[in-house]
């Protein structure tokens, strides 16, 4: 199984970014799909998912700026990212959660960079 997320870049504050995270192999289960972030000295926190049952959950900071979505022919889950400010640089995973207990999934990160 891997993970591949891509989309990220540089952005002026206010833009906006949509990251895509594309699943190659098979999972078997029921699974959340998520995207989390690490910024520099900082541990990585968790930023929206899609849950097994299918709802779309945010941590407070995206909540109203970002939207998670997934393409299932595509096998492809994207974080559209608006009104970006620097405090979202960081690099961004993607993660795939077998429920209830694992196993876990995660993808190589993407940079999202907001500077002037």
């Known amino acids: 199984v891997q993970l591949q997320a891509s989309g990220g870049g540089l952005v002026q504050p206010g833009g906006s970014l949509t990251l895509s995270c594309t699943v190659s192999g098979s999972i078997s289960g029921r699974k959340a799909i998520g995207w989390y972030r690490q910024a520099p000295e900082k541990e990585r926190e968790y930023v929206a998912s899609?849950?097994?049952?299918?709802?779309?959950e945010y941590s407070d900071s995206a909540k109203g700026r970002f939207t998670i979505s997934r393409d299932s022919a595509k096998n492809t889950v994207y974080l559209q990212m608006n009104s970006l400010a620097p405090e979202d640089t960081a690099v961004y995973y993607c993660r795939i959660l077998v429920v209830p207990h694992g196993p876990v999934y995660w993808g190589r990160g993407t940079q999202v960079t907001v500077s002037s």
């Open positions: 899609i849950t097994a049952a299918g709802s779309a």
